[in-house]
């Protein structure tokens, strides 16, 4: 039951990981502001914002403090959050 319990684990810390990039390519490109002409790389920018908008959205409607002066501050809420939780359950498990 163990090795179950920390595969388990294991792959929730994988998948916060990725998200945490995710989420970092994400606020960065909102600086950039790309224009891609290549459709394939356009495709990845929309899937990305696809899968990080969502909550940066939710955080914005929960906690409307995070725009400070045009400045969205949601993605820092976001790590912070996912970097707690993936540490919590890192100690919980491992010990």
């Not at 929730?12 to 970092?24: A, F, G």
């Not at 990845?44 to 501050?73: H, N």
């Amino acid at each position: 039951m163990s090795a179950l319990i920390y595969a388990l684990v294991s792959v929730i810390h994988t998948v916060i990981n990725l998200y945490i990039w995710m989420i970092i390519i994400a606020a960065l490109l909102s600086f950039v502001q790309p224009n891609p002409s290549n459709p394939t790389v356009r495709s990845i920018i929309r899937g990305l914002y696809q899968l990080t908008e969502p909550s940066f959205a939710w955080v914005r409607r929960k906690m409307p403090f995070v725009l400070v002066g045009g400045i969205d501050l949601s993605p820092i809420v976001i790590l912070l959050a996912l970097q707690f939780l993936d540490t919590f359950l890192l100690k919980l498990v491992y010990g």
